[in-house]
């Protein structure tokens, strides 16, 4: 299930010192965007953040519970998402700290993709 309104609205209100936060519906979850990077996840309003090998430390918490993940074709398809502490949503700064580590994931998973797209080579003007 995706986000209900409420909850979007929470995670809009408390994640807003990190910049332009956007989310949307995809595939029966919801992607919580900053400044157009995909840094989290929603489904049935529970957050998962991204983690990556340079994150993992500071999210090591979040490895005591269920990663985001589907099946398909009979194996398990890992999105690379731990899911937040409920804590952490009374803990305002700390969820911040956390959603920060998540973005940065968020920016070196775009910046690998942008290198790894192969190069468009223009047409040649007549």
Not at 4 to 10: G, K, L, R, T, V
Not at 12 to 23: D, F, N, S, V, Y
Not at 34 to 44: E, S, W
Request: proline share 5%; aromatic share 10%; hydrophobic share 45%.
């Amino acid at each position: 299930m995706v986000a209900s309104d409420s909850f979007a609205e929470f995670l809009h209100e408390q994640l807003a010192p990190l910049g332009r936060i956007t989310m949307r519906r995809m595939f029966g979850k919801t992607g919580v965007f900053c400044d157009g990077l995909m840094f989290g996840m929603v489904r049935d309003n529970t957050l998962y953040f991204r983690v990556d090998d340079d994150n993992r430390a500071v999210l090591k918490e979040a490895q005591s519970f269920p990663p985001l993940n589907y099946e398909k074709k009979g194996g398990i398809i890992d999105l690379s998402f731990w899911r937040a502490p409920e804590r952490l949503f009374d803990e305002a700064d700390e969820l911040v700290t956390w959603a920060r580590a998540a973005l940065a994931a968020a920016q070196r998973v775009a910046a690998k993709r942008e290198r790894a797209a192969p190069k468009r080579k223009s047409k040649p003007q007549l």
